[in-house]
């Protein structure tokens, strides 16, 4: 999908306001995805982002790029149409845990399990940052917020086991803080081989739901569906890591090492200060 | 676009701004910080932290002041883009504009 | 408090407003952005009003500059210095606030000292500046409100103790399955901390969930409800079908807001009356009920609880944003003075040969018992699927799908509801003119036909709260005024109900912009019509009851 485009970061920038909380993480991810675009040699009239609902679905006003701010929990369905219908277009999902991981459940692990080509962005903070504090799939057990003053009772979800139960063919977990990190998942998600004939990819999908294939031995499917997972939680032990309190100890997974060389210590968490302080409100 | 630390953070460095920031891109000189350009996202969170309010939006800098934001520019010419300034440490020199200002009293 | 704010609301004052404008915000980059080249405070814009320039931040964080609080921690009480500045200015008692700042604060009496500090700062800045020359005394409400104990409230804090009261009333526990949508997700948080009533509250992953999980829980024999707006009774719909056809109590509260779609999640719009009277498949009518002020929420939740126990059915709650975050004082009601809703659960077989029907229906409200699972000798089951009448087992019978469909209807058309009383709002004689409103445009009506009536015009005014099934006296009274006008938020929706039901042409005055009518602009409306039926020939008139 090569061209002689050269476009830079400005060419992708809308002329809308960014209206994020003063130093939340979705900026660095925005200015990240602004700064990569440029190199994926495609023409902005081919790249689509399709959003659901909550902050982070904001991001395809401030691409320029056509762009659906479409509802709630629906936009792997909506891009798996587009993605469908249009092969040729370059197809991204922008979604938060509360939009993915709650009323998207259904669609998200379909769409990873079709290998449909779409590349789904998690904008994980651990709450439900537009509808103002209450806990969300990936918020830890314990949790204190607004709809679970008691602490919140369940077990959360880990997105990447989510996705890859889901027999997603491409999986990655990075730091919206770390530019050098995020901008290579980006560039590997891309990278994931795409079918040169995208048609076949539905027909196969569409044949093998109603009839046993025609070859004897099922020869896996050529990954096509990268599937990103941000996770913008605080490190353990970071200065601006949020209290959290817990009923139940639990073991945290580490976030994976950076991948920055001459970086130290993990990056600080991105999380900006309205949630932060509204994972801590009761 | 980006925010630019003007002239009062000479010789006071309060370092408010950089507990603030999501992408650690205020980098420490010897007499003052600087916010580096390209990996400045606009998120805005240091504007409202700085107590001697030095921090401004690159379109509202003051008249008066208006070259610092070359001064934030030019600070990185040989540094590039190193990516944050925790890995980076403190930086031992400062841009002529901001070397030749007069010593703040205490 | 900032440029923005004052570009959007401008308009909304009168000549000689008063303004007060925080001068720190008006940067140049916060005036580019609300579409300002000049300061208006320079050119003259607000040249119409009285404005304030108070360097509001700055006069905040210098009087708390020893207070040990960061510049921006200190920037964020500029509201408390706001709140002392108008406090003086309109002679607000002060000690309420400050102990209220205290209390708030209490586990941090840094916050706590630091906030009444720049309260205090405010209110003396008023009092020491001369360009605050004017005042103003409000006067103790004398008789606005029954006496008794009052407490200000919101509309979605009254709704949501209203469900805490109609439970309790039941002596069942309340059952919340939801999921955060604004401008419903107060109810939700409310609610989660009553658990010392028994309430239950669920956040669901979605909102088909939070609604299949109320569904649940009516049928386990509590009393249950489903708190969204417009967007989530979409997604509800089908649910609430399945509810009607299962004939369980189920409270879908839906707080109103500007549609269509995503719309305009901050505004209100009471738009949803046609969603909540047909937005399902085939024939599956739901009791509609809708609160007019923030504190009827209250009385509305206890009702909606009522029909919904006594006649097995869902109910649609149709409250909005105006409401739901507007607020006033609220007389705390005796308990004597609440309603007894205690449901008489079936615990015995109801045929002769000893068998359960679960849709052998009383003879008065065509309900059909409530059986719940835990009762020996009753189980039985239930689904959306047609069934008999009586027996509860599938039936594809024509006659019997018929027979149900009308039942259903019927035992909605049968709710006892209150008859509609006309208000006279001054004085008294005849009105041609009849103003009937539904939810929140309560207020707008009231102080426009006030205003109209107070310059001699003849108008009766009337608010339907029930308007599913319409009060029994509705129709008579349609037809005793030459015209019927009706103000709405959407384009038409009561207006289209009224002359399909009625055959009365009433007259529909909408506006569909996100925020309330003006008085003073409806005043205009209904002073027209007034004119117009004082001089049109016809049936005599008897406007007051």
Redesign the interface.
Same mark, same amino acid.
């Given at each position: 999908m090569s061209t002689d485009l050269t476009l830079t970061t400005k060419d992708f920038k809308s002329d809308q306001e960014v209206r994020w909380c003063p130093g939340c993480g979705d900026y660095a991810i925005l200015a990240t995805v602004q700064g990569f675009m440029p190199h994926l040699g495609i023409a902005r009239e081919n790249i689509v982002f399709v959003s659901g609902i909550g902050r982070s679905s904001r991001f395809p006003y401030d691409m320029n790029t056509y762009g659906m701010h479409s509802f709630h929990g629906r936009a792997p369905a909506i891009a798996t149409g587009l993605a469908c219908a249009r092969p040729d277009l370059s197809v991204w999902v922008v979604t938060g845990d509360g939009d993915a991981l709650s009323i998207r459940g259904n669609h998200l692990i379909h769409a990873l399990r079709r290998n449909i080509n779409l590349k789904i962005l998690l904008f994980n903070n651990q709450i439900y940052g537009l509808t103002k504090g209450q806990y969300s799939p990936t918020s830890e057990q314990g949790k204190v917020t607004k709809s679970t003053p008691m602490g919140a009772l369940d077990e959360p979800f880990r997105p990447l086991s989510l996705a890859i139960g889901a027999e997603a063919s491409f999986v990655a977990r990075t730091l919206d803080s770390d530019r050098r990190h995020l901008t290579d998942v980006l560039r590997q998600a891309v990278a994931h081989p795409t079918p040169a004939l995208p048609w076949s990819r539905s027909t196969r999908t569409a044949t093998s739901s109603t009839t046993a294939p025609s070859t004897p031995s099922r020869t896996p499917p050529p990954p096509t569906t990268p599937c990103c997972a941000w996770n913008t939680a605080s490190p353990t032990g970071s200065p601006r890591t949020p209290t959290r309190s817990s009923t139940t100890p639990r073991t945290r997974t580490p976030p994976p090492p950076s991948l920055s060389p001459g970086s130290a210590a993990p990056p600080r968490s991105a999380s900006c200060a309205t949630c932060s302080a509204l994972r801590t409100t009761g | 676009m980006t925010y630019v630390i003007a002239q009062p953070c000479v010789d006071v460095k309060d370092k408010a701004c950089i507990e603030e920031c999501p992408v650690d891109c205020i980098y420490e000189g010897r007499r003052a910080l600087y916010i580096h350009p390209d990996e400045c996202v606009d998120c805005g969170a240091c504007e409202p932290v700085c107590p001697v309010e030095a921090i401004f939006y690159e379109d509202d800098v003051p008249v008066e002041w208006k070259d610092y934001h070359k001064a934030n520019v030019e600070f990185f010419d040989d540094l590039g883009s190193p990516g944050g300034a925790g890995g980076l440490g403190p930086v031992e020199r400062d841009h002529p504009l901001v070397a030749g200002q007069p010593v703040r009293a205490a | 408090m900032n440029p923005a704010a004052l570009r959007a609301n401008l308009a909304d004052l009168p000549r000689g407003a008063e303004i007060i404008v925080n001068t720190d915000e008006f $940067? &140049?980059?916060a005036l580019? +952005?609300a579409g300002w080249a000049t300061s208006p405070l320079q050119d003259g814009t607000p040249v119409a009003y009285r404005v304030h320039p108070v360097a509001l931040t700055t006069l905040t964080v210098e009087a708390l500059k020893d207070s040990g609080l $960061?510049? +921006?921690d200190a #920037?964020r009480a500029k509201n408390m210095f706001a709140l002392g500045l108008l406090s003086w200015m309109y002679h607000r008692p002060t000690e309420g606030t400050e102990k209220f700042l205290r209390t708030k604060f209490a586990r941090k009496p840094e916050l706590a000292e630091a906030n009444v500090t720049a309260f205090r700062a405010g209110w003396n800045y008023g009092e020491t500046t001369e360009s605050f020359a004017v005042s103003y005394e409000v006067a103790p409400a004398q008789r606005a409100f029954t006496p008794g104990r009052h407490r200000n409230i919101s509309g979605n804090l009254a709704l949501a103790l209203g469900l805490v009261t109609a439970a309790d009333r039941a002596q069942l526990p309340l059952f919340l399955g939801s999921? @955060?949508?604004?401008p419903a997700?107060d109810i939700?948080?409310e609610l989660? &901390?009553h658990?010392n009533f028994g309430v239950r $509250?669920f956040?669901a #992953?979605? #909102?088909i969930a939070g609604i299949g999980a109320a569904l649940g829980a009516a049928f386990s024999g509590s009393p249950a409800v489903t708190t969204t707006s417009g @967007?989530g009774v979409a997604l509800k719909s089908e649910t609430i079908g399945v509810a009607v056809s299962l004939e369980l109590p189920l409270l879908v509260v839906d707080i109103q807001r500007g549609g269509p779609?995503?719309g305009l999640p901050t505004k209100t719009e009471p738009a949803d009356l046609l969603q909540a009277m047909y937005g399902r498949n085939g024939e599956a009518p739901v009791p509609v009920l809708a609160p007019h002020i923030p504190a009827d929420c209250f009385d509305a939740a206890l009702e909606a609880a009522r029909i919904a126990l006594t006649y097995r059915t869902p109910v649609f709650l149709l409250s909005d944003g105006y409401l739901a975050n507007g607020s006033e004082p609220w007389r705390i009601p005796d308990v004597a003075e609440l309603p007894d809703l205690r449901v008489e659960f079936a615990t015995t077989p109801n045929r002769p040969d000893g068998s359960f029907w679960p849709y052998l229906r009383d003879p008065r409200t065509l309900a059909p018992p409530w059986a719940i699972p835990g009762t020996p000798g009753l189980e039985h089951r239930l689904g959306g699927i047609e069934k008999q009448d009586g027996t509860g087992n599938i039936s594809y019978d024509p006659a019997n799908h018929d027979v149900m469909v009308r039942t259903r209807q019927a035992k909605i058309d049968g709710i006892d509801v209150p008859d509609l009383s006309v208000w006279v709002v001054t004085g008294d004689g005849d009105a041609r003119l009849l103003v009937l409103g539904w939810g929140s445009t309560y207020g707008p009506i009231t102080a426009a036909v006030r205003e109209v009536r107070a310059a001699g015009g003849r108008v009766a005014t009337a608010h339907l709260h029930h308007l599913n099934p319409f009060p029994a006296n509705l129709g008579t009274l349609l037809r005793r005024y030459g015209r019927v006008l009706v103000p709405e938020m959407n384009l038409g929706q009561l207006a289209l109900l009224l002359r399909a039901r009625f055959l009365v042409d009433v007259c529909s005055h909408t506006q569909v912009s996100g925020i309330p009518f003006k008085a003073a602009q409806l005043a205009a409306v209904i002073k027209e019509n007034a004119e117009d039926t004082q001089d049109e020939e016809g049936t005599e008139a008897t406007g007051v009851h």
């Open positions: - | - | $940067t &140049r980059r580019a +952005k $960061t510049h +921006k #920037e999921y @955060p949508i604004t997700s939700l948080h989660s &901390r658990k $509250t956040q #992953e979605d #909102e @967007p779609s995503t």
